[in-house]
């Protein structure tokens, strides 16, 4: 029982998202870490995260079931029953959600609030079955951990929020539309209006490129306001051009699958290596 709720809490999505939380606590907190309200904003987050996480294999159980990489999670829904799995989720969110809003501050409360909405009301029960835009306004939620970890430090939404929340924001849809074009015909079968499959692999590839190329100012400005450091800014400027170059390659490429695979790759290690220089190189008080 107990590995089954541990499951559907979707573990490698929620440590990435937890990981970004604390990204996000560490800019604000300019090496001066008050390790307390790190444990408490890592709690609630988890929390809340996990709750969003189940609610979404609840709704999209039946969906699930059409699709290769998703099937399994209907295995251990039906082991915990689904009015269970539905409470289950309730009530982590409501949890994380208290603890956010009493023990970190209520502004952090109400942003992880707003990532839940905009990730189960309007990505999961509305856009990803009836719009193209499900990635890329589904991104609002995955772009609120390191917002809600920098404001449990800050208490406030300044410029550091919009461009950890901006970083997260253009990162997201050409990283998923590339697992999108690797597994195109299962999103069609499953009946999801995925870019790809309603649009095509090329309009695809053309509508990701501005995402990747917008990260270029993104990680600048977080060094022009004095977020980051010089070695967070030569490395990750490097690495977005990298990955744009790919981007860019895929307009030409012939064997989409083989891209797809590649730009997924490094979308994945692009992300991680943003985050581990954010915090190594974080700028002192």
Not at 45 to 50: F, G, Q, Y
Not at 57 to 84: G, S
Not at 133 to 139: A, E, I, K, P, V
Not at 179 to 188: A, D, H, P, S, T
């Amino acid at each position: 029982m107990l590995k089954d709720m541990i499951a559907l809490t979707k573990p490698r999505l929620l440590r990435l998202n937890v990981f970004a939380v604390a990204v996000g606590f560490w800019v604000a907190s300019k090496w001066d870490i008050s390790w307390l309200s790190l444990l408490f904003v890592i709690i609630g987050s988890t929390l809340v995260i996990a709750s969003a996480c189940v609610i979404n294999n609840y709704w999209d159980r039946e969906l699930d079931q059409k699709m290769e990489r998703t099937k399994k999670r209907i295995e251990y829904i039906n082991h915990l029953r689904p009015a269970f799995v539905l409470w289950y989720g309730i009530i982590l969110g409501v949890a994380g959600f208290a603890v956010l809003y009493v023990w970190v501050n209520p502004l952090s409360g109400w942003l992880s609030l707003l990532g839940w909405f905009a990730y189960i009301v309007i990505y999961t029960m509305w856009l990803k079955r009836s719009s193209t835009w499900s990635t890329s306004l589904g991104g609002i939620a995955g772009a609120m951990p390191p917002v809600i970890g920098y404001c449990a430090v800050t208490n406030q939404i300044d410029m550091g929020a919009w461009l950890l929340f901006a970083l997260l924001f253009l990162w997201q849809p050409p990283h998923f539309w590339s697992l999108g074009i690797r597994r195109v015909e299962e999103y069609r079968a499953a009946g999801f209006p995925l870019l790809p499959v309603v649009k095509g692999v090329k309009r695809t590839k053309f509508q990701m490129v501005p995402y990747v190329f917008l990260l270029l100012p993104a990680v600048f400005l977080l060094y022009y306001y004095d977020y980051v450091g010089l070695v967070f800014l030569i490395v990750s400027l490097l690495s977005s051009v990298v990955w744009f170059i790919h981007t860019l390659s895929g307009l030409k490429t012939q064997d989409d699958e083989k891209w797809a695979k590649i730009n997924f790759l490094i979308s994945v290690n692009y992300l991680m290596l943003i985050f581990i220089l954010m915090v190594v190189n974080t700028t002192w008080r």
